[in-house]
């Protein structure tokens, strides 16, 4: 089932490594994987310096779409720390009723 993958990283995911949610921040506040970050997808760009500290960014959103752009923008802007989760996000995590936060 493609949700486990992003379950499975989220279970194991190392020190050194997140979970960035590309959402807005009202989807990000309304429920969000726990730990992880929130960077809206137009805003990646303002961000390499944070992002680069990570060995690796696991990429995704509400249902793959604005993963897919963002981890186009980061590669064509250098990085090459990324995982794109794009064909899954939010909406099923949610829909498995794995943890969620809220802010």
Known sequence: MK???IKDIYDKLPAGEVILDVRTPEEYAEGH????INIPHEEVTQ???ELKKYSVVHIHCRSGGRAGKAMAV???AGLTNLH???DSGMMHWM???YPVETK
């Open 95 to 97: 829909e498995k009723g």
């Open 84 to 86: 794109c989760i794009d």
């Open 47 to 49: 961000h390499l310096d």
């Open 74 to 76: 980061l590669t064509n």
């Open 3 to 5: 949700m486990e993958k």
């Open 33 to 36: 994987v726990p730990g992880s």
